[in-house]
Every structure is written in C-alpha cells, then in structure tokens.
C-alpha cells in the first residue's frame, strides 16, 4: 500500500497565526479535498494530509488527516509526513517563496518530491525572469518590466508582485502613477480572453540503451475559459472547460503555444499551469506558469474517468499520446470553491 502525502500550505497548518479567509483559502481547500477525494479511488493508495484544526473534521472518510493547532507543529508535521510517506505532493502559492521552501523541508526530511525540480520551481515563481526566460526561448509572452522602465504600450498599467499568486497585491494604474511598491513589475492591460491551458509533463529521465534520448511527455489538457473578475482586482472566481473558441485554428494555437512554454523550461514535472491571454488581435502571450497543481483541476475532473489524480502524483507515468485521455463532450463552469455544473 502506497503511503501519499498531500500538502496544501493554507489549510495545512501552516497558517493558524492568520484567518482562513480570502481566495487563497477558499482555492487552496477545494483543491486539496479534491485531490485527496480522486487518490482515494487509485488501488493501493492512503492518502495522508495534515489539517487545520479551525476547520474541524477532514471532510472525506479514509483520509488520514493529522490534526494542527500551530505552526510550529505545522512544520513538525511535514517533516515526519514527508520523512515517512512514499511520495509527497504540495500545493503552494509562490508568495515570498512558499513553493520552493516546500520543495527544500520535503527533500530536507528525506521525502520523494512530485512534481517540478527545484530550479524550475525558482524560476516560475519569479514573473519577471519568466517572462524573460521565455522572451529569450522565442516565446510569445506579455511584455513585463520592473518598475521605473517603460512599457512600449500606452494605457493602464497591471502592477504584480514578481513572486505573487491569485490576484494577491494586484493593482490597476494609469501608466504615469508611480508604482505601488517598488519591487513590483509592471505589464500592460489588454483586452482579450482569459485562458489557461493545465499540461501534465513527465519528468526528465536517465537514457536507456534502448532509448538513448527518453525526451519528456508534454501532453496538454483542453483550453479552460477563466473567469476573472476585474472589478475586484481581477480575483479568480473559477471558469469554463472546455473554452468556446469559435476558431479551431485558434484553439491549436493556444495549445502550441503552451505546450512550447513547457519545454521552453527545464526540470517542469507535473501538473502546470499556463495561463495565457487571446487579445483582440488574435496572437495569444502567455502570461504566467504555475508549476503546480492549480484550481483549474477542478474543472477538468469533472471531463473525464481518467487518473488524473495518478499522473499527478505521478508524472513519470504521464501518457505520451493525446488519446488517452477520454474527455466527456459536455462543458463544465466550476467555481474556485469547488461547485459546478453543466453549462
């Protein structure tokens, strides 16, 4: 029986000396309980997590959830968890370096990572040298700079943090305001459609005799339509899968696009997440890589009986081709809660 650990930094613990409120919680939550639902139907898995005692019972049975009441047992947790279990899965915003110091106490207590190296994990938690990283790879991309340079587009100007998630500290301006904090980087508002392409890449292994290259799977998953409210600093309410584009052509685009993103960076394994803006002029930018699990999973459970779950926790076994996955010719509106329906 294989031991899988899930963690989930919000509602891990991790975060008793603040209020669990805000769409960082409301996201991290629905993720988790999830993914530990989906694990829990693989043969020969425990799922194992750590759990806010605020938020009472773990709501799935056949979970072992280990109850936290601080941080400083938070910690103590994932090191013994991630010491003892067979594998380790964490779900983390990259504010003020989360990811990467999970990815380090993980490998630390002598755990099994799934998921991106660390370098890769460096690298998408920073907007800015992504940007750059896939701007130099021939990668259409957003054009983001650090505050005090200028932006060839006139216009409003969105200000982020460089290694922010979700729409956590950020902000509209006209282009001649000053920045609203002087490490944030800075991208011009464009009209268009909000997408996000979720690819699964299998990690980089040894050659073999027999095959001397083993090059890693991309496999890209259907375009989801994001819904994003710019009323309210454009917060993530959750979104459509698969996305009505009206043009096929388009579609592949996006997806092309994506899926050279992805190879675009080494040592990305796992879900990713590559969000990307369609603007009225049709050529799609990516605009961010996510390289972890990200909310858009709850949709595209919902699409198809296949082991998403299993390839995420384990993405040496990602399928090569396409076709494996079978997905449900039905559309899918999910919220960042977790609800959905039908469309």
Known sequence: MERVFLSEQITSGAWTDRPLVGSLATEGRAMLVALAEDLLAEPDTTVVTSWDSRLGPFPLPGVEAVSIDNGVHAADCLNRLAGECDRTLVVAPELDG??????????????????????????????????????????????????????SINGPVVWKPRDGAGSVGITIQPADQPPPDPAAIAQPLLEGLALSVAVLVSPQMAPREDDP?????????????????????????????????????????VRTLAIDACRAIDGLAGW???????????????????????????????????????????????????????????????EASGDWRYD
Request: neutral net charge; charged residues 25%; hydrophobic residues 40%.
């Open 98 to 151: 989360a990811l990467v110091d999970r990815f380090d106490q993980v490998r630390t207590a002598g755990g099994r990572w799934s998921g991106c190296d660390r370098d890769a994990l460096v690298l998408c938690s920073d907007k800015l040298a992504t940007a750059r990283h896939l701007q130099r790879a021939g990668i259409a991309v957003i054009e983001t700079v650090e505050a005090g340079q200028v932006l």
């Open 272 to 334: 990713i997440g590559v969000d990307i803006l369609l603007p009225e002029t049709g050529i799609p930018v990516v605009m961010e890589i996510n390289p972890r699990l990200t909310t858009s999973y709850l949709g595209y459970r919902r699409l198809t009986q296949q082991p998403l779950a299993g390839w995420i926790t384990h993405p040496e076994t990602i399928p090569s081709d396409p076709e494996t996955i079978e997905w449900s010719d039905r559309h899918v509106l999910f």
């Open 213 to 253: 290259v083993r090059q890693r799977r991309i496999l890209a998953l259907p375009l989801a339509e994001q819904r994003v409210n710019k009323e309210s600093r454009f917060t993530y309410e959750g979104g459509l899968l698969p996305a009505r584009l009206d043009v096929e052509q388009t579609t592949r685009a």
